[in-house]
C-alpha cells in the first residue's frame, strides 16, 4: 500500500521511518528463520526501500497552498490506483514492481497552517477552508476507500477566572506530567471528523530514558523512570460505530509496538 503525506510542519523524518522499517523487516526474518510465531512473520513487511518509493511527501506553506494540493490528491491518486496492479505476495516479483495503490493520506498537521494563516478576525474564513479541506479528504476516502489521518494539535484548556489549569492530584498517580489539554481549531473542525483519537503519556518521554528501547529521548534528566512507566495511551472518543476505549502503547525502534 503507498501513502501520500502532507507535512505541514516539516518534521516528517525519513530516516527514521526508514530505520522503523529495517527494524521491522530484521525481526520478521529472524522470526522466520526461527519459525516463531509472531505479529512480526515473514513477509509481513517490504523490503525498506520500496517502502521509500511508495510514500509521496508534499509541504503545503499555507492554508491556501494545503487545499489546493489536496483537491489536485483525487486525480493524482485514481491515476496511480488505475495504473498500480494488485498488491504483489510474491517477493521477487515484490521487487520488480515498486509501485503499490495510494491507500493511505496522512495530513500532519491541519492546525499548523490554519494558524499561521489566520487571526482572531478572519475565523469565518478559518472554518470555509477547514470544510473545504474536510470535504476533500472525506470525498476521497469514501469513493477512494481509503484511509484518511488528519492529526491536530493541542493546547492548554481556557481557564475560567481565577482558575488555575488543572492537574493531577491523585496520589496514586502523583508522578504523572499531567496538564489538562484541548483540542485546536474548535467545534467547527470538531464536526468535521468521523472518529477522533486521543493519544496522551502518564510521564513525559522525552525527560528521562534508561532503557535505549524508548525512542525520542532527548536528554538525561535526575528524573528517575522505569522504562515500563513510559508508556502510552490511544482512546477513541468519538466514533459512530464504536463505543469509548483506550489501548496502551509504546514507541520504541520498531515504532508503534504494544505495550
Known amino acids: ?87 504483489v505476495e510474491d517477493q521477487q516479483q515484490e521487487h520488480q514492481q515498486a509501485k503499490f495503490p495510494i491507500g493511505l493520506i496522512v495530513v500532519d498537521s491541519i492546525a499548523a497552517p490554519t494558524k499561521r494563516d489566520f487571526g482572531k478576525d478572519t475565523a469565518t474564513e478559518r472554518v470555509k ?18 484511509v484518511v489521518l488528519v492529526i491536530n494539535q493541542v493546547g492548554l484548556q481556557q481557564q475560567q477566572p481565577g482558575q488555575t489549569h488543572q492537574m493531577n492530584t491523585n496520589t496514586n498517580t502523583s508522578n504523572d506530567d499531567f496538564v489538562a489539554v484541548q483540542a485546536a481549531l474548535g467545534n467547527s473542525w470538531h464536526h468535521c471528523v468521523s472518529t477522533r483519537l486521543l493519544l496522551e503519556y ?21 528524573r528517575s523512570f522505569r522504562s515500563e512507566d513510559f508508556y502510552r495511551t490511544a482512546s477513541i472518543v468519538k466514533s459512530n ?8 502503547f509504546q514507541i520504541t525502534s520498531i515504532g508503534v509496538s504494544d505495550f
Open 241 to 248: 460505530v464504536v463505543g469509548e476505549t483506550k489501548v496502551n
Open 1 to 87: 500500500m503507498g501513502a501520500v503525506y502532507i507535512d505541514t510542519e516539516s518534521k516528517f523524518s525519513l530516516s527514521r521511518l526508514k530505520e522503523i522499517a529495517n527494524h521491522r523487516k530484521n525481526i520478521s526474518e529472524n522470526n522466520n528463520n526461527n519459525n516463531s510465531a509472531s505479529l512480526l512473520s515473514y513477509k509481513s513487511y517490504k523490503d525498506p526501500n520500496i517502502l521509500m518509493e511508495n510514500i509521496t511527501i508534499h509541504r503545503p506553506k499555507s492554508t491556501l497552498d494545503m487545499l489546493d494540493q489536496i483537491s489536485k490528491l483525487e486525480e493524482d491518486i485514481i491515476l496511480r490506483n488505475h495504473d498500480s496492479s494488485s498488491f
Open 129 to 146: 477552508s477547514l470544510f473545504q479541506i474536510a470535504q476533500h479528504l472525506k470525498r476521497m476516502a469514501d469513493q477512494l476507500n481509503l
Open 202 to 222: 502518564t510521564k513525559d518521554p522525552h525527560q528521562s530514558v534508561d532503557d535505549g528501547n524508548i525512542a525520542h529521548s532527548t536528554n538525561n534528566s535526575n
